[in-house]
């Protein structure tokens, strides 16, 4: 079974930068659709951006499109998410997560989930 382990979560200031890496415990991952989600207190879960097996097929939410590159690396079992012009809004616990078959934006159908890391963007 998958297991997903995210780390480079920290406190920041708006307009920086931070790197997020997902390292996952076995080389099935490389299959795998995997993406990144974050919640923030009081709200739901939503979608960060999704990344298929091959990395041909990339999808991102509007609110971080132009900001955020999410990519893997199946050599080093590690996805990463590249956040730059971070905002106040952008904080929240960032997780990854991988699931089977093909790539979507809705977390309910991802089966496997770290633990999540915190992102913290001051004003």
């Known amino acids: 079974q998958v297991q997903l382990a995210e780390s480079g979560g920290g406190l920041v200031q708006a307009g920086g930068s931070l790197t997020l890496s997902c390292a996952a415990s076995?080389?099935?991952?490389?299959?795998?659709?995997m993406g990144w989600f974050r919640q923030a207190p009081g709200k739901e879960r939503e979608f960060v951006a999704t990344?298929?097996?091959?990395?041909?097929?990339?999808d991102y939410a509007d609110s971080v499109k132009g900001r955020f590159t999410i990519s893997r690396d199946s050599a080093r079992n590690t996805m990463y998410l590249q956040m730059d012009r971070l905002k106040p809004e952008d904080t929240a616990v960032y997780y990854c997560a991988a699931k089977y078959g093909v790539v979507t934006s809705t977390p309910n159908e991802y089966k496997f989930w770290g633990q999540g890391t915190q992102v913290t963007v001051s004003s």
């Open positions: 990344i298929d097996w091959s990395g041909a097929r990339i």
């Open positions: 076995e080389r099935t991952f490389s299959q795998l659709p």
